[in-house]
């Protein structure tokens, strides 16, 4: 007998019915269960925009704050003191800092390794101080932060990061098949090899690394006008560069759904953990970190790959 | 003039502490190809170590400074045995991850335990004055005591069988190996000398700067400038790394303002990564 409707189609109609039912909730779900999704989705975009540059190149970036807070606080001062409406706020902020990073990818990403992680992490603690100081507190309102209102809803912030969310796992499902895809795994394999296959390894470097840049700008944005209020510490935060990172590890590093499983678990701990353990959350965070990556670096899609449970595909 | 001079004094005081933890990093990330980015926490730990060894068993702070090198050396000897040694083989990232869930894993344990509050240990306070210059004497006494286990570090690295084969591992596992050198028995003696010398570092700063859980922060920030600066794996480069940073700070903090001094770590990392990412000295 021939099937109802081939596995594609199977696939296409399951994918319709979550994106109907996400879209949905914000009608019947209380306000604690949007706001966890929402943030699941943020840190979905985060952990996303981190994989596909660190994850397909192996470059590992200790810098996605400063992607996150750059973008934020375009946006957010955008919002503040020049009254723009946040749906042209976010791109505008996210933009930049896709331009700022052609700039700094083409300058660092000639760094290599553990160097290229220090220098990020320099850059993000360089930015976070240069935004707090009174040199520039004109613009950036120095060390004391930017309270703003946006005048969006909770609903409409959750259907703006899950069309973000969606996009985001879209193009990293398109990249994970595409030849500019194959270049990045490429890199991350044996850089000099890939050179010398004719693959120009800073140019695509730097493509993946605006657009992670960019993708993990707009849900910075999104983010801060969600929490209606940024500062320099709060922006620039290492714990924006790490909860993704962790989230990433735990679903499968260099995987399309990875990132997205790794933010749904992991935001479900984060809950449980901060409810119950405040004073030790970050003491059980850094635990986590190093029982990762002694004992489970592939993550929990690679372990199912390697078991034969998913089938070895870029494509998941 | 003499503003100065003492400025310049006080700089190099700060850079030689600064100086004492770098060299702790750069030896670990130089001979055992880790990058211990919870290194410190270690510095912290030792000031810790100080303080409750002052107040609660009244242990004089110097020999708190002389008994943290060989705690710290055997506490790091048994992390690296259990931990870090499995990662030796791995990507240098996945150490610097791991390290850095260790970093959070410490600060935290010790917020939680010992809480927040500001701690200092008070021995030593008030100045003095040498050849028309106002010194502190607690800076002084940091500064002489970061010298001393400086040279004895230089002297043991130098004509030590131990030091030699550090070295010998440093420049090339493999021929050592060969050579009849047990590289994984050195690797973890260079671990807990690592970490024997951020523990000594972190009791000497305790001495005369405030402590608290977070500070390994602002040291790891320094420690990275030093060992950049320095070139990795330079342990020469880093004495002279952490007197620049040292002396830097003291400068900027005193013509800028302290937050400014703030960024000095960062700037010089990105500034000699580009410039010259080999180091300023030669090997």
Redesign the interface.
């Known amino acids: 007998m021939k099937a109802l409707l081939s596995e594609k189609n199977r696939i296409w109609l399951g994918i319709f019915v979550l994106m109907a039912f996400l879209i949905s909730i914000p009608f019947f779900a209380s306000d604690y269960w949007i706001t966890l999704l929402t943030l699941i989705l943020i840190f979905t975009v985060y952990s996303s925009g981190w994989n596909v540059f660190s994850g397909l190149t192996?470059y590992?970036n200790?810098g996605l704050a400063w992607s996150i807070g750059l973008s934020g606080y375009v946006s957010s001062l955008l919002i503040a003191d020049y009254g723009f409406f946040w749906l042209f706020a976010w791109p505008v902020g996210a933009i930049f800092t896709g331009i700022v990073s052609i700039g700094v990818g083409y300058?660092l990403l000639r760094?290599k390794?553990?160097?290229f992680?220090?220098?990020m992490?320099?850059?993000t603690?360089?930015t976070r101080?240069?935004f707090?100081?009174?040199y520039l507190k004109t613009v950036t309102h120095g060390g004391i932060g930017v309270p703003f209102v946006a005048g969006i809803g909770l609903s409409t912030l959750y259907w703006a990061i899950l069309v973000l969310a969606f996009f985001t796992i879209v193009i990293c499902y398109r990249i994970s098949f595409s030849k500019f895809g194959l270049r990045l795994l490429t890199i991350r394999e044996d850089e000099q090899a890939a050179e010398t296959l004719g693959i120009h390894t800073t140019r695509e470097k730097i493509i993946a690394f605006i657009l992670s840049a960019f993708l993990v700008g707009l849900a910075g944005s999104i983010h801060f006008t969600y929490q209606n209020y940024i500062d320099p510490s709060f922006a620039f935060n290492i714990q924006l560069t790490?909860t993704p990172?962790v989230m990433t590890?735990f679903g499968g590093v260099g995987t399309v759904f990875g990132p997205l499983i790794g933010a749904t678990l992991f935001t479900f701990i984060h809950e449980i953990l901060w409810a119950e353990l405040t004073?030790?959350?970050?003491?059980v965070?850094?635990?986590?970190?190093?029982v990762l990556?002694?004992f489970f670096?592939q993550g929990l899609l690679g372990w199912l790959k390697e078991r034969g449970i998913l089938p070895r595909s870029r494509k998941i | 003039m003499a503003n100065f001079a003492e400025l310049f004094m006080r700089g190099l005081m700060l850079g030689s502490v600064y100086a004492l933890v770098g060299m702790g990093l750069t030896l670990v990330w130089g001979v055992v190809g880790l990058v211990n980015v919870a290194h410190g926490e270690f510095v912290m730990l030792g000031a810790y170590f100080a303080f409750w060894a002052f107040s609660l068993l009244h242990l004089n702070p110097l020999f708190s400074v002389a008994l943290a090198i060989p705690v710290f050396f055997v506490a790091g000897v048994l992390i690296h045995r259990q931990i870090t040694e499995r990662l030796v083989k791995e990507h240098e990232l996945s150490a610097l991850i791991l390290t850095f869930g260790m970093s959070i894993l410490i600060w935290n344990l010790a917020q939680f335990f010992w809480t927040n509050t500001y701690r200092s240990v008070p021995y030593l306070t008030g100045n003095f004055t040498f050849m028309g210059l106002v010194l502190s004497k607690g800076k002084t006494v940091s500064f002489v005591l970061a010298m001393v286990i400086t040279a004895a570090l230089f002297l043991f690295l130098k004509y030590s069988s131990w030091g030699k084969a550090i070295r010998a591992t440093s420049q090339n596992p493999e021929v050592a190996l060969v050579c009849g050198i047990d590289t994984m028995k050195m690797r973890m003696i260079t671990y807990g000398m690592g970490i024997g010398l951020g523990g000594a570092a972190g009791a000497i700063i305790s001495l005369q700067w405030v402590i608290f859980p977070q500070m390994g922060a602002s040291y790891i920030s320094r420690a990275f400038a030093i060992v950049v600066l320095g070139g990795l794996g330079n342990i020469h480069g880093a004495l002279a790394g952490g007197l620049i940073i040292g002396t830097l700070e003291a400068m900027v903090t005193q013509y800028l303002s302290a937050k400014m001094a703030q960024i000095i770590p960062s700037v010089t990392i990105l500034i000699i990564l580009l410039v010259r990412p080999t180091g300023l000295f030669k090997k």
């Open positions: 192996g590992t200790f300058i760094i390794g553990v160097y992680a220090i220098s992490v320099a850059l603690e360089g101080e240069l707090g100081t009174k790490l990172i590890l004073l030790l959350y970050m003491a965070f850094g635990g986590i970190l190093m990556i002694l670096p």
